[in-house]
C-alpha cells in the first residue's frame, strides 16, 4: 500500500482536523429521542463534582426512555465540529494528550482509491510483514466511520457504503463452489497502477482467508453502520437509492432463509466473525445473533415501504419476535437460571421438557460455579443440542444491550456482572474479548493446537482494545459513565506508549501480545470513538436502538422452563 506513519500524503490535506467537542448534554429533563433530534446543550459542572458522579444518576433518567416504534434517522448533535483537537466550550473536560497522536494515526492509515478516501487499512505496523493487514476490512472499519461520523466527516464513510456494495455483486467463488449472492467481502485492497495511473479493487469475500470462511459478519456490520450514517448526516438518499435496497434485501434474504433448522438463531461456522479462528464458536455464538438482531431492527428503519420493502418488514418482525424470545429466554445465565440448570433431569420428551436441549448438569464448568456472582448475568456464547458454551463474550453482550436484545433488567445485570469481575472481565487493559480461555486438552481439540491463540492470548482470553468502544456505549446507554471512564483510563495509561497493539496477552491483559501488530487502526479508531461519545453522549443515537414496542415480548419463562 505504501502508506508510512511518518508519510505527508496530499490527499489528506483536505480532510479536516480533529475535535472533541467535550460539553456535556443536559439530559435531567429529557429523552434520548430529544436528545438526538437537537444539539446537545452545554451544561455547567462543578470542578469538585466528578464527572462519574454527577453522571451516574442524571444520565441514566434520559438514556434509559424508550423511543417506541418510530425513529428519527436524523442526529444533528451527532456530528462534533473540527479545528482543533482541543475543545473550546466552557468547562470542557481536558482531553488526554494521546487523543491527537490517535487522530494523526488514523489520518495515516486512510486508504485512496481514484483520489477519493474509501476507508482504513488494518494496521500500519512497518516492522512487520503485511500479509492482509494492508486491506480494508468491513469489521474493522466500523470505529473508524463511527469517527469520522463525529467528527463531521462523512465522505469517507460514504464512499465505503458504496465502495463494498459495489464489491457485493461480484460473482464469489471458492474453489468450484459459489458463495450466496449477498455475501459481503472480509476484506477489500486498493492496487495502484502508476503506469496507467488507475486503481482497481481486489476483494476477499473468504477464499484467501485463513481457514477459508466467509464473513457473516461482514454484511450485518454493512447494515449497521448504513444506518449510523444515516442517523448521523440525515442523509437517507443513500439508503433509499435501488442499489442500497437490494443490497439489504441481498443479506436479509441470507439471513432469513429457512431451512431444517428448528431456531430462529443464525447457524453459523467456526471463524466467521471477529472470532476469526477456530475457537469453538460452531453453532449459534451470541456475537453474530446480537449483530443479527440489530440489523433486522435497522432495516425496519431502512427498507423503504414499496412492494418489495413491506414483504421483508414482514418477514423481518416475525424474525425479530422469535428471536428475542429465544435469545432472551435460553442464552440468558443469572445465578437463578445456573440453579435451574444445576438440577435439570435429563432425557425429557414432548413440549413439557424443562430441559428442552438435553444439556446434561455434569457439562457445568467449575469456573461458572465460582465466576458466577450474585448480582449479575450475561448472555453465554452458544445454544445448541445437548451443549452450552457458557463462556462470556464481550461483544456479543455489548451489542446485546445497544440493540435491545437485552431487557432493561438484562442490561443492567450485564453491567453488574463487568463490575462485581472486573478483575476478571478487564484487569489492566479493557476488554477481554472472551472467558475465561481454553487451556489444556480441551486447547489442543477446539483449536487444533493454534499457536496464536495459547491460553489468555489472541482470541483465546487475549484483551482487545477495539471493544472500548462497545463498552463505552453500553456504558452510557445504562447510566453507567463511571466505568467507561475508568476502562478509558487504564488505555490511556498504555495505548500509546506501546504503540496502539492490536490485542494484550495474559489473565489481566499486562503483556502486549506476543503476534499482534502495532498502530492497528481500530485500536486507534476504539479509542477515539470512546472517548468522544463519552464525552458527547449524543453520539450514542448513531449505533444505540431504543426498545421497539412492536417487538417486545411478555417476559416470562414459558411453563417447561419452570423448574
Known amino acids: 500500500m505504501g502508506l508510512k506513519r511518518v508519510e505527508s500524503r496530499p490527499e489528506l490535506a483536505g480532510m479536516k482536523k480533529a475535535a472533541s467537542r467535550t460539553s456535556l448534554p443536559d439530559l435531567d429533563d429529557t429523552d434520548l429521542s430529544r436528545l438526538l433530534d437537537k444539539p446537545p446543550r452545554p451544561i455547567n459542572i462543578e470542578r469538585q463534582r466528578s464527572f462519574e458522579e454527577r453522571s ?81 476490512f468491513v469489521r474493522d472499519f466500523v470505529p473508524s466511520a463511527l469517527a469520522f461520523l463525529m467528527n463531521g466527516e462523512p465522505e469517507i464513510v460514504k464512499n465505503f457504503l458504496l465502495k463494498t456494495l459495489y464489491l457485493q455483486g461480484w460473482e464469489k467463488r471458492v ?55 444515516t442517523k448521523s448526516t440525515g442523509d437517507s438518499t443513500l439508503a433509499e437509492t435501488d442499489e442500497c435496497q437490494k443490497g439489504i434485501r441481498l443479506i436479509l434474504t441470507l439471513c432469513l432463509s429457512e431451512g431444517f433448522d428448528t431456531f430462529p438463531t443464525l447457524l453459523c461456522a467456526d471463524g466467521c466473525c471477529m472470532i476469526d479462528r477456530q475457537m469453538g464458536i ?65 432425557e425429557e420428551y414432548s413440549h413439557t421438557a424443562v430441559n428442552k436441549f438435553n444439556v446434561i448438569p455434569e457439562s457445568i464448568p467449575e469456573w461458572l460455579l465460582d465466576f458466577m456472582p450474585n448480582r449479575g448475568g450475561y448472555f453465554i456464547g452458544n445454544v445448541s443440542p445437548a451443549r452450552m458454551d457458557f463462556r462470556w463474550f464481550a461483544l456479543g453482550n455489548c451489542i446485546a444491550i445497544l440493540s435491545c436484545l437485552a431487557t432493561n433488567e438484562q442490561s443492567m445485570a450485564i453491567m453488574d456482572l463487568i463490575e462485581e ?49 462497545l463498552l463505552t456505549a453500553a456504558c452510557i446507554k445504562t447510566g453507567r459513565p463511571q466505568i467507561a471512564r475508568r476502562a478509558i483510563d487504564l488505555a490511556e495509561s498504555r495505548l500509546l506508549k506501546d504503540g496502539w497493539p492490536e490485542y494484550y ?11 499482534a501488530r502495532k498502530y492497528q487502526t481500530w485500536s486507534i479508531a476504539g479509542y477515539l470513538v470512546a472517548k468522544m461519545m463519552l464525552e458527547d453522549p449524543s453520539h450514542l443515537g448513531m449505533i444505540s ?19
Open 545 to 563: 436502538l431504543e426498545e421497539d414496542k412492536r417487538i417486545k415480548p411478555l417476559m416470562k419463562r414459558s411453563t417447561s422452563w419452570t423448574c
Open 175 to 229: 474453489d468450484r463452489f459459489k458463495l450466496g449472492e449477498g455475501v459481503m467481502p472480509a476484506s477489500f485492497k486498493v492496487l495502484h497502477n502508476p503506469n496507467r495511473k488507475t486503481d482497481s479493487l481486489l476483494a476477499d469475500f473468504g477464499e484467501s482467508a485463513i481457514g477459508r470462511v466467509a464473513p457473516v459478519d461482514s454484511g450485518l456490520w454493512w447494515i449497521i453502520l448504513l444506518r449510523a450514517y
Open 505 to 515: 496477552d495474559g489473565k489481566l491483559g499486562r503483556y502486549i501480545g506476543k503476534q
Open 421 to 469: 469481575r472486573w478483575e476478571e472481565l478487564v484487569g489492566e487493559m479493557p476488554l477481554k474479548v472472551c472467558y475465561p480461555a481454553i487451556e489444556n486438552h480441551e486447547w489442543r481439540i477446539v483449536t487444533g493446537c493454534d499457536p496464536k491463540n495459547t491460553r489468555w492470548s489472541y482470541h483465546n482470553g487475549g484483551s482487545w482494545p477495539v471493544l472500548l468502544w
Open 282 to 346: 460452531y453453532g449459534y455464538p451470541v456475537e453474530i445473533q446480537a449483530l443479527f438482531f440489530m440489523v433486522l431492527r435497522c432495516a425496519l428503519v431502512l427498507l423503504k415501504h414499496d412492494t418489495e420493502g413491506k414483504e421483508f418488514v414482514d418477514r423481518v418482525l416475525k424474525r425479530l419476535h422469535a428471536l428475542s424470545y429465544h435469545m432472551r429466554s435460553y442464552f440468558w445465565i443469572d445465578i437463578q437460571q445456573l440453579n435451574n440448570i444445576y438440577r435439570y433431569k435429563t
Open 56 to 136: 451516574i444518576s442524571e444520565i441514566s433518567v434520559g438514556l434509559n426512555r424508550g423511543l417506541g416504534s418510530s425513529e428519527t434517522l436524523y442526529s444533528p448533535g451527532g456530528r462534533s465540529t473540527w479545528e482543533t483537537p482541543r475543545s473550546s466550550a466552557p468547562n470542557a473536560f481536558e482531553p488526554h494528550p494521546m487523543f491527537a497522536e490517535a487522530w494523526d494515526a488514523l489520518r495515516q492509515s486512510i486508504v485512496f482509491f481514484n483520489g477519493q478516501p474509501v476507508g482504513t487499512i488494518a494496521a500500519n505496523d512497518q516492522t512487520e510483514d503485511a500479509l492482509n493487514y494492508d486491506q480494508v
